[in-house]
């Protein structure tokens, strides 16, 4: 009887443990599913932190337009117009880009690369409305134009604070590639103060770069933040294909509202310089010259009265603030100089020999002074065109007249003018500064003669039908 005692109280005591040992087992599963949830709620709660980028795509989207060009050319030569024969206007479409408004009445801005100085210059707008466009100014060292057309009340991006955004931030590109309209992509800022080697030594590059799917005919188009902020004009890609194949470059808004500032006040832009030359601080010149860090510019030495040479800057010295802003490399110090007009006063932190020494630099022109130079020139009809100053014509019989300085695909090409060619008279009326050529021309319809005389003293006449 004890026996049997015994073994219920034992098994009793078994199930007793054993109930235990199940539910404290059981309890350590649900706990783990408890230490699991947290990772679920992460993975959910990172999925609803993604930016909402709906309300900067409907900002940028109608502010961005379609650029189209085109260019006549007139068959035939100068003896037609002896023999009674009419030339024949023919019409060559050329590359189209984006182009972004920047004003509610009408100021455009898009690349240099986009316009070509085509002589006819369509926008379409995202409401499908056409416009003919009016080339305000350019300049290709920095690749940007400015347009305008004739309007009112249109929907306009404002300016972003390109200095503010960081490596990592999401952006998004809207343009018209392939003739798309209103395409917007979206991607990161994957580097700051790129220089890719696209254009001369003399132009200034420091590009936003970008992942963003950005392709032929977005040239010109808005990179945005996701406040709907223009912080860059889409430029360049980076293929060998031709199309998009990982990254993408913009000009920094701070440069391009600088520029759009200069182009309506001077009519082009005001380029400041420091007045150095300068290097970039690679790990070999680092040893060279026994410097402290690989940060920085390098100032190898100062121009003779400029600006760095009057503030006290010295050959030696490694630039590494400009207005607080960190400068690492060559294209971040033209990108904060690039901001700023002659005249202009900056802070410039140096290093020099272990100490940090602070500058205040008054900004001067490549004239080495603080006077704007207002343009000369007009870029109108595919050319360039200079009022002529009496040095110009000393040798020749006028006293007055606009020349051709420079001449790409337009009309003035297309009837044979050359470079060099100083117009006198548009049907007889005389011509005395540059911008009276696209006003008297765009007065005339029919027959057009353009008179002038060549600096080799060879009088000339070109004749064609405007419609």
């Not at 050329?94 to 006819?120: K, Q, R, W």
């Not at 001369?200 to 970008?210: C, D, G």
């Not at 001077?266 to 070999?284: F, H």
């Amino acid at each position: 009887m004890k026996k049997i005692v015994f073994v219920l109280i034992s098994a009793f005591i078994g199930g007793v443990i054993g109930t235990i040992i199940y539910k404290s087992q059981n309890k350590n599963e649900t706990s783990s599913e408890f230490l699991l949830s947290p990772r679920l709620n992460y993975t959910n709660n990172f999925s609803q932190s993604l930016p909402d980028f709906t309300y900067a795509a409907e900002l940028a989207v109608p502010a961005v337009v379609h650029v189209k060009t085109e260019v006549s050319y007139t068959s035939g030569n100068i003896f037609d117009f002896f023999f009674g024969y009419a030339p024949q206007t023919y019409t060559q479409k050329l590359p189209v880009g984006s182009g972004v408004i920047v004003s509610s009445d009408g100021y455009i801005v898009t690349n240099n690369h986009v316009i070509i100085n085509p002589d006819n210059i369509e926008v379409s707008l995202w409401d499908k409305r056409s416009f003919k466009a009016k080339l305000i100014a350019t300049d290709p060292s920095i690749d940007i134009a400015l347009l305008k057309i004739d309007a009112e009340n249109l929907p306009y991006l404002n300016f972003g604070n390109s200095d503010e955004l960081r490596v990592g931030e999401w952006v998004l590109a809207v343009g018209n590639p392939f003739n798309l309209t209103s395409t917007v992509t979206a991607g990161i800022v994957s580097a700051k103060a790129r220089k890719i080697g696209l254009s001369s030594p003399m132009s200034l590059e420091s590009f936003i770069q970008t992942d963003a799917a950005v392709n032929p005919g977005n040239s010109g188009g808005a990179l945005v933040n996701i406040k709907g902020e223009l912080v860059g004009i889409n430029t360049a890609i980076a293929s060998q294909t031709g199309s998009y194949i990982g990254y993408a470059f913009a000009i920094p808004s701070n440069i391009v509202k600088k520029a759009i500032s200069d182009f309506i006040k001077y009519g082009e832009v005001q380029r400041a310089y420091l007045g150095v030359i300068i290097q970039s601080i690679t790990d070999e010149l680092r040893k060279q010259k026994n410097l402290s860090t690989t940060m920085g510019v390098y100032v190898e030495d100062v121009t003779p009265g400029g600006s760095a040479q009057e503030a006290g800057i010295k050959p030696g010295d490694i630039i590494v603030k400009i207005n607080d802003v960190e400068i690492r490399d060559i294209p971040q110090l033209q990108e904060q100089i690039g901001q700023f007009e002659p005249g202009q006063s900056v802070k410039v932190e140096v290093l020099r020999e272990g100490k940090v020494l602070k500058f205040d630099v008054i900004l001067k022109n490549y004239k080495n002074n603080t006077t704007p130079s207002i343009s000369k020139y007009s870029n109108v009809l595919g050319a360039k065109l200079k009022t002529i100053e009496p040095s110009d014509v000393k040798n020749l019989k006028i006293k007055e007249g606009v020349q051709v300085v420079e001449i790409k695909p337009g009309l003035l090409q297309s009837i044979g003018i050359q470079k060099g060619f100083i117009i006198t008279s548009i049907n007889g009326t005389p011509v005395k500064k540059a911008e009276e050529v696209e006003l008297l021309l765009n007065k005339i319809k029919g027959n057009v003669t353009i008179e002038g005389i060549y600096p080799n003293g060879m009088y000339a006449y070109y004749s064609f039908i405007k419609k």
